[in-house]
């Protein structure tokens, strides 16, 4: 007994039972002043939330430009001259696009706008005459009675506080001074990461003692890797799906097609969220025009979803995030919780960051309790590389 008892404490670090009982005092005391001083945490906050959005966004174009970039490198093109190369197209598309679609999109956005509250009505009357006809009439009217009530309720509180919503101004103003913010500096930051990447990399790599670089050029490979198929996957999948949508709601002849595909393919970015809240404003355009639109709504847009899923995604995507989708709807869920919108686009990256240090930490307890336990039965993979990963 005595023998476990010091193994278990070399196991911890220390030599004396009075080790043990220091470093549970010092968490205790630790936890103790993060709190008192958690006022110090704010500007830190703020510094975060001015720098987040510009580097988001660059991390986005850097995953998705890189690979044109390297490519062209192993062409024997020089960075500076393929990377600049792909934001002349990037510009030239964007500009493209908002002289060809900001037209068509911008009216079929305020005429859906303008429309939407008679289209809401004849959508409630349309299902409610459905309905009459089912044994549910009794309970679809009383969840027509309640949502009326929060409705009524809803516009009587945005009417008694309109001054503080005009007050609210400045946050949007911040708001869009962000984007702008975001928009400028973003593809700056991107075109010094991709023009050096090993630069930056090495930096980093030398404020490393050297007895943690291989472990941590380890990590920065898995996360690399991780970080990049998600970014680089989803802009590229949710880019396609707009793509394809397009078409099909124009041939079919849905109204607003242009900007229910645009819809879709920008939410798409959310996984599993961003198509069922992209499914419903289409299905509202299509139950006003006929029952039949609604037949081919619901047939194409599931039958894209099933392509997009099963020959879009992995060959996209593949499967190197490992998270089943259950796992992926409890993510969202709780990040959406805890950081909002933001939450929800960046939670699944988030969340490979966090699995990915949990599974590093755990594999150092394994080794380590190999070290001083292995004569009891000893753990297996206690290997951290990208292929174990």
Not at 1 to 18: C, D, P, Q, V, W
Not at 33 to 38: A, D, P, Q, Y
Not at 258 to 263: G, N, Q
């Amino acid at each position: 007994m005595e023998k476990k008892n010091h193994r278990l404490i070399a196991f911890l670090g220390g030599k004396t039972s009075y080790y043990v009982l220091g470093l549970i005092c010092l968490f205790a005391i630790t936890v103790l002043l993060l709190r008192e001083v958690s006022f110090l945490y704010q500007p830190l906050m703020v510094l975060i939330g001015a720098i987040l959005p510009p580097a988001i966004f660059a991390l986005v174009l850097y995953y998705t430009l890189c690979p044109f970039v390297d490519f062209a490198e192993s062409k024997k093109i020089p960075r500076t001259v393929s990377l600049i190369f792909a934001y002349l197209v990037l510009a030239a598309l964007l500009v493209f696009g908002g002289f060809q679609l900001f037209p068509l999109i911008s009216q079929q956005a305020v005429e859906l706008f303008d429309q939407l509250p008679s289209l809401a009505q004849d959508f409630q009357k349309g299902l409610e005459s459905f309905v009459a006809n089912t044994p549910f009439a009794d309970e679809f009217a009383q969840i027509t009675n309640s949502l009326d009530s929060v409705t009524d309720s809803l516009v009587d509180f945005i009417s008694d506080n309109w001054q503080d919503g005009a007050r609210g101004l400045g946050t949007l103003v911040s708001t869009l001074s962000t984007v702008g913010i975001t928009l400028v500096t973003g593809p700056i930051i991107a075109f010094f990461l991709i023009k050096s990447p090993h630069k930056f990399y090495q930096t980093f790599l030398s404020i490393i003692p050297p007895r943690f670089r291989r472990d941590t050029e380890e990590i920065i490979t898995i996360a690399n890797q991780q970080i990049g198929a998600f970014l680089k996957g989803q802009v590229i999948a949710s880019l396609l799906l707009g793509l394809i949508y397009w078409p099909i709601f124009v041939l079919i002849g849905l109204r607003y097609a242009t900007l229910i595909a645009l819809v879709a393919g920008l939410l798409n970015i959310m996984p599993y969220i961003g198509a069922f809240i992209a499914f419903l404003p289409g299905l509202f355009v299509a139950f006003q025009d006929s029952g039949f639109m609604v037949l081919k709504f619901v047939i194409v847009w599931f039958a894209v979803q099933l392509l997009h899923g099963d020959l879009v995604i992995p060959r996209v995507l593949g499967n190197r995030l490992k998270i089943h989708p259950i796992t992926i709807i409890v993510v969202l869920m709780v990040m959406g919780d805890l950081l909002g919108f933001v939450g929800i686009v960046l939670g699944i990256p988030i969340y490979s960051l966090i699995k990915l240090f949990a599974v590093y930490t755990f594999r150092k307890f394994k080794q380590r309790y190999n070290r001083y336990f292995g004569s009891e039965g000893t753990y297996e993979h206690t290997d951290f590389s990208e292929d174990d990963y």
